[in-house]
């Protein structure tokens, strides 16, 4: 209850202050500078904290995918693999492995979707999230950021800055696990609202001021909270008191997305308030560099997060027992083989079990290259796979990828090709109503019914057919008026799908069957 209010009074304060600040809130990250009173503690005496360096620790996501009302647009699965591993490499120097926890969450909101204020992603937030993990929604706008961390609620993050490379995820995390960014103070400039012109040349004040009203994590009264940070020395004298309070982080007032230079820092040279030149590095996570410049976290950083993790998130920590890993070995498709005819409508498609996977991605695509805009995502918990909404006479390709609630960094399958066509009849016979067939799917061997209701008595045949339309087995039978139950054997039917035809005059019953 507390969380809806903060909701409903940041919305009545604070929408004006967001529409005054246009440009203060499309940074490549928004999420609200400041430092937790936890922070400020833990600062004063690392040491006194718990933070067992050595050991891995094991964090829960819950992952909400965003698409707009009509339920398009959502990130896709692979990409999701890939920035989830892509996390865990920026984690590994920590000792903080993430994973999934329960299912992905799929939220069909276009005003979520593409969400103008952190305000409205506060209230998407404490709508969906699940306690005691770190909420992550994956949107195609977060309020006009690559991303967003708020510090009662959640982290959303803009799926097209959500890619193999991208660092977005990493320092949004660093943000929920107590990190601020290394340039505190210096995100409306000198000062909170970008009010007062500066020139890098010249020595920067002693002290900046910088907007907190959205980093409070307890109901505000107030519309608008500046705080003041003093900038950081290059000689380190108040690294502990400036800034981040890190200082093993240095000197950085560039609260903008830059290029790094040939030696991983800033091209933008700065001035402290002593007059001492620098550049700022871009090495860190934290920092506002450009991805392929940034690569990590520092000791005194990976402490902090840590001993957050056990003293204010020790709720995340309950699970720490990994799942086995998923085998490095791609899946192998078995069907359909390569260039093969299918019924369009009724496609099968199998592929060999890998060891430890819980699910399976399977993409099907027009192109090769699998490209996003016309590719088709599915899920499956099983090595199989039925689809009914492809399009007749068109070839499509396919791959499969495997992974589990641990396990993201996997390689997909080679893909293979498949052509569609209308390989069946109609599908009706004069007079016979209701079929019911099962188990279905059944085991190898396994024997199956046919229920039915017919309204004369006629003679037909019982064919077991393959994927193709080939004939495999078929039996003469004798429908009789009234209620029938036929008995079926699958012991001779490897695994597969196959189409069990009841073909007679008076027309052809067609029923999909998938035997394991």
């Not at 404490?126 to 770190?134: G, K, L, M, P």
């Not at 008191?241 to 997305?257: K, V």
């Not at 027992?321 to 009724?346: I, K």
């Not at 087995?473 to 069990?500: A, C, H, M, W």
Request: glycine share 6%; with cysteine; aromatic share 12%.
């Amino acid at each position: 209850m507390k969380k809806i209010l903060l909701a409903s009074l940041l919305t009545a304060a604070c929408l004006p202050l967001l529409n005054a600040q246009e440009g203060y809130w499309t940074d490549p990250c928004g999420a609200p500078p400041g430092k937790s009173e936890w922070l400020k503690k833990y600062q004063q005496a690392p040491q006194a904290h718990y933070r067992s360096l050595d050991t891995l620790v094991y964090v829960p996501l819950t992952i909400h995918i965003l698409g707009n009302d009509a339920g398009e647009g959502y990130f896709s699965t692979n990409k999701l693999l890939d920035a989830l591993c892509k996390l865990n490499a920026d984690y590994e120097q920590a000792n903080i492995v993430f994973y999934v926890e329960g299912d992905v969450h799929y939220i069909n909101n276009s005003a979520w979707y593409n969400h103008e204020t952190v305000v409205e992603g506060a209230e998407m937030m404490f709508a969906n999230n699940v306690e005691n993990t770190i909420n992550t929604y994956f949107v195609s706008d977060p309020a006009g950021n690559c991303g967003y961390n708020l510090p009662y609620a959640g982290i959303a993050i803009k799926k097209s800055c959500s890619d193999a490379n991208e660092d977005t995820w990493a320092h949004e995390i660093g943000h929920n696990l107590s990190l601020p960014h290394p340039f505190l103070g210096w995100e409306g400039g000198v000062s909170y609202d970008n009010s007062i012109p500066y020139d890098y040349n010249d020595p920067a004040p002693p002290y900046v001021t910088y907007d907190y009203t959205f980093f409070k994590d307890t109901l505000i009264l107030d519309t608008l909270i500046i705080d003041t940070a003093w900038v950081e020395l290059v000689d380190g004298s108040n690294c502990q008191s400036a800034a981040d309070g890190f200082c093993d982080t240095e000197p950085d007032y560039l609260a903008f997305r830059w290029l790094c230079n040939g030696n991983a820092q800033s091209q933008q040279e700065q001035t402290d308030p002593t007059g001492a030149k620098f550049r700022s590095d871009g090495t860190l996570i934290m920092g506002y560099a450009e991805d392929d410049c940034q690569a990590r976290f520092t000791s005194e950083q990976i402490a902090a997060m840590r001993a957050n993790l056990y003293e204010e998130k020790a709720d995340y920590l309950s699970n720490q027992t990994p799942v086995p890993a998923v085998s490095d070995t791609p899946p192998t498709l078995t069907f359909p083989s390569n260039d093969e005819l299918v019924q369009y409508d009724d496609v099968y498609l199998e592929w060999e079990p890998v060891e430890n996977a819980s699910h399976y991605v399977v993409q099907v695509s027009l192109l090769p290259n699998f490209s996003s805009s016309l590719a088709k995502e599915y899920l499956s918990t099983e090595p199989i796979l039925l689809l009914n909404d492809l399009s007749s006479n068109r070839t499509y390709y396919w791959r499969v990828r495997a992974y589990n609630s641990h396990s993201f960094c996997t390689t997909p399958s080679e893909s293979r090709q498949f052509k569609t066509a209308q390989l069946t009849s109609a599908n009706a016979i004069e007079g016979v109503s209701a079929p019911n067939l099962f188990p279905n799917p059944a085991g190898s061997g396994e024997p199956m019914l046919l229920e039915f209701e017919s309204n004369s008595t006629f003679s037909g045949h019982l064919q077991w057919r393959s994927a193709t339309g080939q004939l495999i087995y078929q039996k003469g039978v004798d429908i009789t008026n009234g209620s029938n139950r036929l008995e079926l054997s699958t012991s001779s039917l490897p695994s597969g799908l196959y189409f069990l035809w009841l073909e007679s005059p008076r027309g052809r019953l067609v029923e999909r069957v998938v035997v394991r």
